[in-house]
Each structure stands twice: as C-alpha cells, then as structure tokens.
C-alpha cells in the first residue's frame, strides 16, 4: 500500500487527482503503554497491530517514528498513525517508508497528550506481530529546512545575507546517511552531491501557467550559490524529498568551482535532467496553482547574500488575487460535527481564527470553537509560524448540524490573508443537510369520548444512521417507543425518532380527534360516622346524561345524587358511576365512600369510697380521641381518667363521660359513686425506763365510724394497747365494718443517756505513779463509780501501767461499762557487745550478746534477725544488727551494732589462644585482689606464679590464697581453630573457543577467618580476591591465608571448547515475487547441541518457501556460543502475475471479469480497486472471486480504474490501470 493517499492515477487523461490525508484514516487500536520521548533513540519491541501508545509533546516539537530505524524492511507490512490521546482523531500516518517498514515524522501544534496507533495493513487491528519501532524528539524546522520554506511573493526580491550551516532535518543530497536510501544511479550525478550547505528554502506558487524562469545573482560575484526546484503537487510533501529516485528535482543546477549569476533559463549546464534530455537550466513550464519549493545553498566561505529576480517567466508567481472559500470537501451529514474547507490558495496560519466565520442555519447561529489545518497545526507556537500556509481547513463546530435544512458559511471580509498578504472579501458557501425524515399518520380516529381506541403509525423511515429509535409522548404521561401505537385517547401526540449516532432527530406532533369526551364525576359526602346519613354526587358535561350507581354489597341507583341514611361500615367502599351522554356513548366514575365506626365506650369508678380518699374514674382508651366529663354539682373534666382528690359525701353520685374519636365520631357512657363517713379515734403512750430500751407502751381510743373496728400497730400488733415498745414514733392503722382506714401516731421518748468520760496520767518506767480520773452524767437519779483489782470513786492514784475497768450505774439500774489503760513513759538503756570477729569475706561467725540496764525482769529479747528471741545472737556474717528489749511493764529500748569482715578475695583470668591448630602457643594470666597481705598461686600444671606459657589448647585450673588462709579457684580455656585450614577451588571452563570468560572460585575452610587469597598463573601473581574471572585456557595456582597467617594451596586448570563452525546451501525462486526459495545450514565444532534462529523466526537447521531476499541466520550451540551467515536467496527475473489491462463485464460470458493469472501463488496477496476520486471499488484476497466490474451489486461505470496489487512478500506493491469497457 505505497501511500495510497498520495498515488497518483493516471485515468484515460493525464490529470492529478489527490486523496485527502485522513481518507484512509485508522481507528480501533488498544492502549499498550506510555511513551517518554527524549532527544535520544528509543524503541518499543513487539509491537502489534492494534498497539497504542501515549506520549506528552509541547507545541512546535517533532517527534518521528521509524520501523526503518528499528529494524528494517519486514515480513508483515506496519502502518503508523498520529492520533489525539483516545485514538479517535488522526493527524497524520504512513505506510511503506522503507520496504514494508513505516516511519513517520510529525510537528507538533498544540501541546498536550497524544498517542502513535500501529496497524497492519489497509488498518487491521488483528495483533499480527510487526517488530521493532524506533523514537525520539527531532528539532524544531527553521527557513533552512523545507518545512519552514519562505514565501516568495514579488517578482524580484533581496536576501541580503545567508545562513550559515544547515538546517535540523535531513540533509536531502547525502543519502547514505539514511538507512536504505542509496545514491541513485539513474539521476544526475553533480547535482548538489555534497548535500545542503549554508542553504535557505523558499516556496511560491504560480498563479498563472507558463513558463518559470529566475536568476539568483549575489551580491558579490566570487560567491558560489547552487540551487533546486521542487515540485508539491499531487500530494507530495517535503518528508516525501528524501526520496530522491521517487521525488527527484524537476531541476536544479551544479557549477563546481563556479560562481557569479545562476538561475532557471539562465544557460548550458553540465548535466543532463532526469526525466527528459534537456538541459537542467532550462526554462520549465508550470501551471496555475502548482506549488514548488526552492532550496539555494552557498558553497562560498562568506554570506553577503543575494537577489532573486522571476523577470523573465512568462507565468505569474506574484499573487495579487484575495482568497476565498472555494467549496466544502467533505459534504455536511446529518450530525456532522465540523465543516473542512477549500480555499482557493493557501492562506497565513497566524490569520484564521473562529471569529472570521459565521454559520446559520434552522437553529439559528451555531458556534465555532476552532479552526485548523494539517499543516498549519504542525506550525503552531513554532518559532517560524509566520511562514506556514494551508489552503484545507477544518472549523470544529460547537453545536452538531443535527437537523434538516439549509446552511449558509460566511466568510467575514478581511478575516484571512495569502502568503502574499492579500486579504478576502466577504463570500459565502451554501450547502443543505438531509436528516431522518418519516411519515406520521392517524390510523384510526379515537371513538366515544374517554375512549382509547385510536391508532398513529410511523413509517416510511429514512435518512441518518440506521437503525432508528423512537420515542412517543401523549396526554396523561402517555409514552411508548414503538412504530404503532393503539388504544390512543384524544389529545396530542408527539415523535422523536433518533438515529443509532443518537445526533439526527425527527420530531412531530399530531393531534388525535372524535367524539366529545363526557368527562363524569363522583363524589360523596364522606367521611361519616355510624349512624349518620350517606350522600352521593354524579355529573358529567352532557346535561341529557343519564346515571347508573353501583356500590359495596348490592346497592344500586339510578339518581344522580342517591343517599343511604343510618350508614354502617358496610356501605364503606368504592362507589362506580356509569354515565350514557346523548351519543349513547357511556364513561365511567367511581368515588371512595369511607363509613367510620364507633368505638363503645364504658366507664369503671372503684366505688364505694370512704371520706378523705381519691376517687378514680376510668374511661375505656380511644386512640386520638377527646374526653368531657361531668357529675355531681359543677363537676367537670378533660381527661381521659381524672381523679377527684380528699372526697366528702357530698361527692357520691353519677357521673357521665362523652367520647369523641379522631373521626369526630362520639359515644357516652356513665357511672355511680358511693361515698362512706370517716374514722376519728386519740392515742396515748408510756416512755421506756433506759436510753435505747424497748419497754415503751401505747393506746387507741376510737370515737367514730362503722364498727367493729380493727388495730394494726407498728410492730405488726393487733392488740390495743400494745407493749414493747422502743422510744419513737409509732402508727397505728384502725379499719371498721365499712373498710375505712384510719391512721394515727404518737412518739415515746427515752431518759438522757448515761455518758462517762474517763482520762489517766501515766507512770515512769520502773515507777507506781499513775492514775484514773472519771466523770459520769445523764441517767436516772445517783450514780456509783466502781474500778476493778477493788479500787472506787472518780479519782485513783497510785497505779502501774496496765488496763483497768470503770463501771457506772444510775438508780434505775442502767450501766455504763469502759477499759482504759495507763500508759508509761520513758525506755530502757539496752547495749550490744560483740563476742567473737570474721576472717574471711562471707564467713558468718560473729557472736553478740545484748543487755538492759534500768529494767524490770523478766524481759523480752527481739533480734532485726527473724525469730531471734535470746539474749546472745550467734553465727552472724558482717551486717547491721539491731536488738529490741521489754521489761514485765511494758518498758522497751532498743540498740545497733555493725559487724565488719575483710574484702571480698576475686581473681581475674587472661589467655591468648594457639594461633594455629596443634601448635603449644598459649599463655594464661591471673590478677588477685581483696582478701588480706599477700597471696600465693597453685597451678593444676605445677606453676606457681601469676603467668604461665608455651600451652597446648585446653583448660587450666589455679588457686589463690590470702594470709588468713582464704583461698579461691578459677580456670581459664587456651582455645585453638576448630579446623586446619583448607581451601576448595571450583572452576568454569571457557565457554566458546578464544573467549576469555573462564572463571574460578576459592572459597576457605577451618582457620581463623577472614581469609586472603591470592591468584598466580605460572608462578605469577594475577590477582587477589576469592573469585577470578575473564580467565584464557590454562594452569593455575592459588593460595589461601586465614587472619593468624596460616595457609592453604591448590593447583587448577581452565579448558575450552573447538571453534564453531557454520556452513550452508542455497537455491533461489523460480519466478519474480515467488515463494519457492531453500537455504539449508551446517554447523560442527563448538558444544552440542545446536539452535537456530533465523531473522524469519525459523528454528530449523533448513528453511523452505521463501521469498528472495538476504536471510540471516545465527547458530547457537550449547554454550550460547554464537555464530551467524548471510544468505542470499536471489531474485528471478521472471515475472509470476499476469494483469490484464482491461476486461468487459457485459455478461456475454467472454472475458467478464478481471482475472490476475497465477495470483493463487502469493496466498497473502492484497487486491484492491479505486475510481478516480479515490473510492475503494474492489477489494480481494487470493481466496477471493475476481473483480466482476461491480460496486455495491451495480455495475461501475465505464472508464478507467486505478489497481494496486501487494503480493504483501516484501516487493513494492504493483500498481496501474485497468479500463471497464462495456
């Protein structure tokens, strides 16, 4: 598919037909990733058809993508596409760049987020694997490239100064600096050979045909200047120019060593065109509207610049004309959310803005939200803008053209300007938008009013998007989304029907007629309560109606407004109302009668009631409801349950009680109330003899009330009077005949409690000097004080310490009894002498013997040392000691003694261990202190000093001793390595013959780590460390030490494998394109067993059906040792296809369709047909039938068509002419 946007078809006449750049546009890929481009090469591998992938540029960045770069020409055939971030727009794309591989270099316009697409051919999204693709950021084109050419716009023009250098994209003249471009043998071999160099582009167009002629004369005459001419048209672009065989120079000059005037028409030239054998110099002829591009490079050393003068053309390149709107490129649809736009020429970037155009249509003014083009959308926010032009552009609109009519574009005068700066007038293009259009119509009036029998059908659909949605509304919330609808009422009906884009809409409304609607009515005059009267009322519009009433159980009527006095519940429910109008035509009503019942109501009092207490009316409890009370006297209340609080006779009597419900419905009810006289009675009491006692008496005397009568006292007693009795209050409860209750207290009281205060004096220890002291009040009459061991009276002296009792007694024989005690004062002198000393540190043979020497035997001994109660405390280590003595009276003292002992006798014990294993190295030290004078030493090896040497591993013991002879003993252990030590050595044989990736690794044992190792090879010394790399085949030696020096050796070898050898066997295709080709490869030496990858994807020693071209194959053995070969698989010079140039599908069974002989050959092999304007005809595989000369079931008009055959092999596709004749 080499670029089939830009082919150019050469049907019956020589005419340019070109296919807009998002014709073929692909959609459908899935995001595969995010990209990060930086100025560096980047690639992405394994990439399928159907991958995206996202990437972040800014305004005015290049960012380019190349199968080329990463990898070449390819089995399968990738495209790439330039999307916007969600893959649904696409900016730009390109197939077939290098072979089958794509590359694509695309300026940024607006910075944000966008995404690359990559498909397989024709936009298949089918996963096919296609390779590898390379990326990165290119620089911004400035004038020196031809992205950024100036525009020339006067017949002679100044360019005082060149640039130096070139500029940042390909130089178009070196091609071996691009992969797969080689110089072409078939062009002019001294035509700016050594590429661009100080060059500026310029572009024009020509604005009247003739013939092109220039000079470019420099300012200063020793000045070298060469140039080239272009051409733009047919969809050529600058990228395009690198391909000089296909895009060369429609002419161009060379003057090596030359300099002075040189130009188009100017003289002879030493090289010969290449197209026609004419001189390059030339006059060339153009036509109106063709764009060129025109590159002058310096091969001079200054940059004094220099003029360009088109004096002699006789075609026009100065544009004097405004430009306009030409003509819609793609006709508007139903839907269409942008318009594109054809100029006449191409205008300034920098001019086109939303502002400058106006869209009207049915919905009035539509909006405009942007306006852009291909390339001036590359140019945007770049340094040289100001020199990019367009003449296709898309206004993005803000409101959809979703409704049929007619549109009318305006062009605002002055809004645009060309590269000569001419500015537009005012024009306009009209263009009208088909939507959905339908039939809506009444199938079926609506009958009898209130009736839904009508019908409205929808047909006839067309127009939009297949398939059609529709959506009816109607009276009383009336919706329905089918064609037909039925049992319609009257009233209007309105249709929206969208199409499946859900953007094109049709809408009408209809309205639905008959007879008049009667519109009956019924009502009633409910609620109402049991018992009360019903009322019903009916209507309807026709006054002549007449009326049949149905209802709950069997009620009917023929009334317009029946009633049902005395209601029940029963006559609650819905209540229908059928009404016939004078067009016999009857309609029905219904109304929902509610009948509340009543709830009974009944009252309950307690009665009868004695005088004083509360009387209690309850009432039965209706939710919701109010109560009214009334009775005796005035009496009257709201409550549900009142009470009638301390009631008197005067209170017995009836009393009544009406309800009223939440419904407002009542009910009543009543009850009687007796009333009983009170109990009156007086009660009398006797107090208790003792404070606190419980001989108190009481009586009742009752003077009224209904006897017999009954007592219950407080103490539970019935008695009257009542005995035993505390002092306090005390109630008694009096019950008569007509259960009454009467309660009445009184209160007993106790005499003044007998209260004694007693205080003592203490005596000294040793002494008889104390004393009781006692005050006694309260009671009943005169108080005795009587004191045990015979003592009386409320002062006693004289006493020892101790405890002693007081008893006190009033006249009615009441007692106080108390202890007290009398104290002392003063303590004993106590002392503590020690008997017998420590020796050692730890021993406890100390002995202390305590005394007391002002008390009174027998005393008691108690010792700070638990359960220590003698005199004399034995066996004791050094320590604090204290001693607590009591005499027979109480009186204590107490005493401390410390008991010392020498310091505590330690040794401390050093060693060295035995360096290495069975030596007799090791030294033992021992340090005494503490303990008394000086020490002696006694080894368990018979040393008697402080330090010992010339020991073997083991442990030894030894014994210190001080001058009072205590003693201790210790051991120290001479320890040696666990291990002699010793060293392995693994080793890794060369992996490939003359490679240098032997390895060996020590690794030590036993010792003392940490180890060092060192390396020797032939008694040299190579390195250190425990593993040695990057090693040849060889002997070895390597030596390990542990951290005391002791060492290990080992001797060692590194082999390797014999060379690789690979060989092979070839035979090339036996026709053009063909798939029949065989290469068979050998390989021995190295290490079994083999593999083999081809750059095919085989695996197999030999490969079959292949196509010519240079295989590569790459042997691995064993070892990952790797060996590769180039084979050729050469070409045939014999052509396989054979294509006819015409065919004539009339149905006469002679040559009726267009057969491709020997097309079963390539079975991947892509057919495809376009007319002149670039749509597909025919598309076929090598499974498909042959084009019959039909497009959609017709036949195609005759003329002729261009083909494109891709045998999809890795050849250029074949392309060219086939004329329908009929």
Request: glycine share 12%; hydrophobic share 35%.
């Amino acid at each position: 598919m080499k670029k089939i946007n830009k082919i150019l078809f050469s049907i019956l006449v020589l005419a340019l037909l070109y296919m807009p750049n998002n014709l073929f546009a692909c959609t459908g890929s899935t995001l595969a990733g995010n990209l990060t481009p930086t100025n560096a090469w980047q690639t992405i591998s394994g990439v399928q058809a159907s991958d995206r992938y996202t990437f972040t540029i800014g305004a005015g960045e290049v960012i380019i993508f190349s199968f080329c770069q990463g990898g070449g020409t390819y089995t399968n055939d990738p495209r790439i596409d330039i999307h916007d971030n969600a893959g649904t727009m696409t900016y730009d794309f390109n197939d077939d760049h290098c072979g089958y591989g794509a590359e694509i270099v695309w300026v940024c316009g607006t910075s944000g987020t966008y995404s690359a697409g990559f498909y397989e051919f024709f936009c298949l999204t089918d996963g096919t694997a296609l390779g590898t693709v390379a990326y990165k950021l290119l620089p911004t084109p400035t004038e020196q490239d031809c992205l950024g050419a100036r525009p020339l716009c006067s017949s002679f023009s100044n360019h005082p100064q060149s640039y130096v250098g070139s500029g940042h994209y390909y130089d178009l003249f070196n091609f071996n600096a691009q992969q797969g471009m080689a110089v072409s043998t078939n062009n002019c071999q001294n035509c700016l050979v050594t590429g661009e160099l100080n060059d500026v582009w310029y572009t024009f167009t020509a604005q009247t045909s003739g013939n092109l002629a220039f000079t470019i004369d420099p300012v200063d005459n020793g000045d070298d200047y060469d140039w080239a001419l272009y051409s733009l048209n047919g969809g050529v672009d600058c990228f395009d120019l690198i391909n000089w065989a296909s895009y060369p120079p429609v002419s161009c000059n060379y003057s090596y060593g030359g300099s002075g005037i040189t130009g188009l028409g100017a003289g002879g030239s030493s090289c010969v065109g290449p197209v026609e054998n004419n001189l390059f110099n030339s006059t060339f002829a153009v036509n109106a509207g063709e764009t060129y591009v025109l590159t002058v490079s310096n091969f001079s050393s200054t940059q004094n610049g220099y003029s360009i003068n088109f004096g002699a053309s006789t075609a026009t390149i100065v544009d004097n004309s405004a430009p306009s709107m030409d003509n819609l490129v793609y006709s508007p649809y139903c839907g269409s959310s942008s318009l594109t736009v054809q100029f006449s020429e191409a205008v300034w970037c920098s001019s086109v803005q939303p502002a400058d155009f106006v869209l009207t249509g049915p919905a009035g003014t539509y909006s405009i939200d942007d306006t852009y083009s291909i390339v001036c959308t590359s140019a945007s926010s770049n340094t040289y803008a100001g020199t990019w032009y367009d003449d296709v552009w898309t206004l993005q609109l803000g409101d959809l053209l979703s409704q049929s009519g007619d549109y009318v574009l305006t062009l605002n005068a002055n809004s645009v300007e060309d590269k000569c700066t001419n500015e537009n007038d005012e024009n306009q293009l009209f263009f009208t938008v088909v939507g959905i259009t339908a039939d809506v119509d009444v199938t079926s009036l609506s009958g009898c009013g209130g009736n839904c029998d009508g019908e409205i059908t929808v047909s006839n659909l067309a127009g939009g998007t297949p398939p059609y949605f529709v959506d009816w509304s109607g009276p009383s919330g009336f919706t329905s989304t089918n064609q037909v609808i039925s049992n319609l009422c009257l009233g209007t009906y309105t249709v929206t029907i969208t199409d499946s884009e859900g953007i094109c809409e049709y809408v009408e409304s209809i309205d639905l007629t008959g007879a008049p609607p009667i519109n009956p009515t019924a009502a009633n005059n409910g609620p109402v309560c049991q018992g009360e009267t019903l009322e019903l009322y009916g209507g309807s519009d026709d006054p002549a109606s007449t009326f049949a009433w149905t209802g709950p159980g069997t009620y009917t009527s023929s009334a317009e407004d029946p009633t049902r006095p005395n209601a029940d519940v029963g006559m609650s429910g819905t209540y229908t109302l059928v009404v016939t109008d004078s067009y016999g035509c009857t309609a029905t009503a219904q109304t929902d009668a509610v009948v509340y019942s009543v709830t009974p109501v009944s009252v309950t009092s307690g009665s009868p009631y004695c005088e004083g207490e509360d009387i209690q009316l309850d009432a039965t409890t209706v939710i919701g409801a109010t109560y009214a009370w009334t009775g005796p006297g005035t009496y009257a209340s709201a409550d549900e349950d009142p009470v009638i609080s301390n009631c008197v006779t005067t209170d017995a009597g009836t009393y009544t009680v009406v309800v009223t419900d939440a419904n407002l419905c009542t009910a009543t009810a009543n009850t009687s109330i007796t009333v009983n006289p009170g109990i009156t009675a007086t009660i009398t009491g006797t107090d208790p003899l003792c404070f606190g006692g419980s001989d108190g008496e009481m009586s009742v005397n009752i003077t009224s009330g209904t006897a017999p009568y009954s007592t219950d006292w407080c103490n539970g007693s019935t008695s009257n009077p009542v005995t035993g009795l505390s002092s306090g209050a005390c109630c008694v409860t009096i019950t008569d005949a007509a259960n009454c209750n009467l309660v009445v207290c009184e209160t007993l009281n106790d005499p003044a409690e007998l209260v004694v205060d007693i205080t003592t004096v203490p005596t000294e220890c040793g002494f008889l000097e104390g004393e009781i002291i006692t005050n006694a009040s309260g009671g009943t009459g005169t108080l005795t004080i009587d004191l045990t061991e015979g003592y009386s009276g409320n002062h006693v002296t004289g006493l020892h310490p101790g405890d002693y009792t007081v008893t006190v007694t009033d006249d009615n024989g009441c007692q106080e009894i108390q202890t007290v005690t009398v104290g002392f004062f003063g303590a004993g002198v106590v002392n503590i002498n020690q008997l017998q000393y420590i020796l050692c540190f730890g021993d406890e043979t100390a002995v202390l013997e305590a005394t007391m020497s002002n008390g009174t035997t027998p005393f008691d001994y108690e010792w700070s040392e638990a359960g220590e109660t003698n005199q004399v405390l034995s066996g004791v280590g050094a320590g604090t000691y204290r001693v607590s003595i009591t005499d027979t009276y109480g009186c204590s003292g107490e005493a401390n003694h410390e008991v010392t002992q020498p310091e505590v006798l330690s040794i401390n014990l050093t060693h060295t261990d035995v360096l290495c294993r069975g030596e007799a190295n090791g030294t033992a030290t021992v340090e005494a202190s503490g303990g008394v004078g000086v020490y002696t030493y006694d080894w368990d090896n018979g040393g008697n000093s402080a330090f010992i040497s010339g020991l073997i591993a083991g442990t030894y013991s030894v014994t210190v001793a001080d001058f009072n002879g205590c003693s201790i003993t210790d051991y120290v252990v001479v320890d040696q390595p666990e291990k002699i030590v010793s060293l392995a050595v693994t080793t890794q044989d060369v992996s490939c013959a003359g490679r240098y990736d032997g390895m060996a690794l020590a690794t030590g044992d036993g010792g003392t780590p940490d180890y060092t190792i060192h390396w020797f090879q032939y008694e040299q010394f190579i390195a250190s460390g425990n593993q040695l790399g990057s090693l040849s085949s060889g002997d070895y030696s390597v030596q390990l030490f542990d951290s005391n020096n002791c060492m290990a050796e080992s001797y060692f070898s590194i082999s390797e494998p014999s060379q690789l050898l690979v060989s092979f066997d070839a035979k090339g295709v036996t026709c053009k394109g063909y798939n029949d080709g065989y290469i068979s490869v050998f390989a021995e030496g190295g290490t079994t067993p083999y593999q083999y990858q081809w750059n095919t994807g085989d695996s197999l020693s030999v490969a079959t059906r292949l196509t010519a071209g240079q295989y590569f194959i790459t042997v691995i053995d064993g070892n990952g040792c790797q060996r590769g070969v180039g084979v050729v698989v050469n070409e045939s010079t014999q052509l396989c296809l054979g294509i006819p140039d015409a065919f004539t599908p009339n149905g006469d069974g002679i040559n009726d369709t267009w057969i491709i002989e020997y097309i079963e050959l390539y079975p991947s092999a892509y057919v495809n047909v376009f007319n002149r304007w670039g749509q597909q005809m025919y598309q076929g595989t090598t499974d498909s039938e042959f084009w019959d000369g039909t497009f959609n079931g017709k036949f195609v008009p005759a003329g002729a068509y261009q083909y494109v055959v891709d045998l999809r092999n890795g050849m250029e596709p074949f392309t060219g002419v086939v004329v329908v004749v009929y």
